[in-house]
């Protein structure tokens, strides 16, 4: 059975930062490109950043380059999203998910909000 666990979401103030931390489990975590996703209140769930098997190739979405920072330990089997200088519309839900071809594994979310 797969899982993937997320923590380190919480409340903050804009400006500040926050990692959140997703451990894999039931799966070959070294062969899936994993990926954060989030959902506003009334939005669709976007991508906000993924990272690669094998050489880590990662993308952003624009509204976070250079703001946030996705990494993977393989011997660990977690993936972090590092996010710094937070902004009140990046509170969300963040999901953290795992692919092969498709998004096929998803965590539970940790909500995080940026108070201004």
């Known amino acids: 059975q797969v899982q993937l666990v997320e923590s380190g979401g919480g409340l903050v103030q804009a400006g500040d930062s926050l990692r959140l931390s997703c451990v894999a489990s039931?799966?070959?975590?070294?062969?899936?490109?994993m990926g954060w996703f989030r959902q506003a209140p009334g939005k669709q769930r976007e991508l906000v950043a993924d990272?690669?098997?094998?050489?880590?190739?990662?993308i952003y979405a624009d509204s976070v380059k250079g703001r946030f920072t996705i990494s993977r330990d393989n011997a660990k089997n977690t993936v972090y999203l590092q996010m710094n200088s937070l902004k009140p519309e990046d509170t969300a839900v963040y999901y953290c998910?795992?692919?092969?071809?498709?998004?096929?594994?998803w965590g539970q979310g940790s909500q995080i909000t940026v108070s201004s």
């Open positions: 990272i690669t098997s094998g050489v880590g190739s990662t």
């Open positions: 998910a795992a692919r092969l071809r498709i998004w096929r594994y």
């Open positions: 039931g799966l070959i975590f070294s062969d899936y490109t």
